[in-house]
């Protein structure tokens, strides 16, 4: 059994560090709002909080601070920060450690610079993202980088020998655990706080399915429209909407928007979170094709709020009625019976609740 981590304990420390990675600013995700969330519950609580990144951070940090360190699956990071602690001061690390076989079969689709490393590195998910951070290093000439790359599964062990782990499931846990071993302290159970929004008034609009997430070969969107848009669905009465920002692949977000555009599907650009949820709030099915996740922070907002969901097989969901993981290679332009009948019946959940 593993103890739930009370974020009301960080009001104890003089001080509580959350680290970002350095391009958070520029490159927002969930691990960056979940950062801010901990960080804004433990404030509520009385913490004395920074939301930082490694640049930012004091040279050396007092015993009685706290640092809290997010990512083993790219650790650069974590690693750098780990070199401001007290050797006496208590660290945190949220692995965020992403499904292996999800990666292998984005590695197995996706194209490019991607698609290329991902073949050398023999659909590998560790070597993989050992050559990305690598070749990053090269074009930056981070010697750093580099170095953290070419042992990266040795930095990962460090940091799990240093740092007290946060997980989100048992399941990921278990995940840890097959890759890099048994952790060396003390590890809790934390999933994603998930902040309350107010739901949309009871207003006359369509109904509607929503494929939501920042626009990118990982997050499988152009598959799920494809799937949907094949089932007639608008001739049922409902629209589909899809809604999320660009991601780094701008021929992927064209190719989605242009199939989104060219099929009567609604675009929407990237909501602010008081707009958002809402619009989630409101959807009768979400869909999320994603080829992984750890727990998609809009996933759990669904779960939360009988929002029926579709959702990747790779990530670490708790089965509930209002739940359904489907292969994320099951999506595309020749959908099976068997995906068909899995949106229908969620469909039908979403009358029958009402």
């Known amino acids: 059994m593993v103890a739930f981590f009370d974020i009301d304990t960080l009001a104890g420390y003089r001080h509580c560090y959350f680290v970002l990675r350095s391009d958070h600013a520029t490159k ?15 404030e509520a609580a009385g913490a004395n909080v920074s939301i930082t990144g490694v640049a930012q951070l004091p040279a050396r940090l007092d015993a009685r ?13 974590a690693a750098l920060a780990l070199e401001h602690a007290h050797p006496d001061s208590r660290v945190l690390l949220y692995p965020l450690h992403h499904p292996g076989a999800g990666i292998t079969k984005y590695l ?17 998910p560790d070597r993989y993202e050992a050559m990305v951070d690598a070749a990053k290093a090269v074009r930056t000439r ?16 460090d940091l799990m020998i240093r740092c007290e782990l ?5 399941v990921e846990l278990s995940e840890i655990a097959t890759q890099f071993g048994s952790p060396s302290r003390m590890t809790w159970l934390l999933p994603h706080p998930v902040a309350d ?15 939501a997430g920042r626009i990118e070969p990982r997050k499988n969107q152009l598959a799920a429209l494809q799937t949907l848009a094949k089932m007639n669905l608008r001739d049922r009465g409902y629209e589909i909407v899809l809604a999320g920002g660009t991601g780094s692949d701008i021929s992927y977000f ?21 707009l958002f949820f809402p619009a989630v709030s409101g959807a009768s099915l979400l869909v999320n094709a994603s080829f992984f996740e750890v727990t998609s ?49 969620m469909l039908t959940l979403n009358i029958d609740a009402n």
């Open 28 to 42: 927002p995700g969930g691990d960056v709002d979940l950062a801010r969330q901990i960080a804004r519950k433990a």
């Open 65 to 77: 601070d706290l640092m809290f360190l997010f990512n083993i699956d790219r650790p650069y990071d």
């Open 108 to 124: 197995a689709k996706v194209s490019g610079l991607k698609g290329m490393l991902g073949m050398i590195a023999g659909r590998r």
């Open 142 to 157: 981070d010697f750093r980088r580099l170095r953290v790359a070419l042992r990266r599964r040795q930095t990962i062990a």
């Open 166 to 170: 946060l997980i989100t499931s048992t």
């Open 197 to 211: 929004y107010v739901a949309p008034n009871a207003v006359a609009l369509p109904r509607y399915i929503l494929v």
């Open 254 to 274: 064209r190719e989605t928007i242009d199939f989104a555009l060219e099929n009567g599907i609604i675009y929407v650009s990237q909501l602010p979170k008081n």
């Open 297 to 345: 922070l809009i996933d759990l907002y669904a779960i939360d709020n009988e929002i029926p969901l579709i959702t990747t097989t790779h990530g670490y969901y708790t089965s509930v009625p209002t739940l359904r993981q489907i292969d994320p290679a099951a999506w595309g332009q020749f959908p099976t019976q068997e995906l068909c009948k899995s949106v229908n019946a």
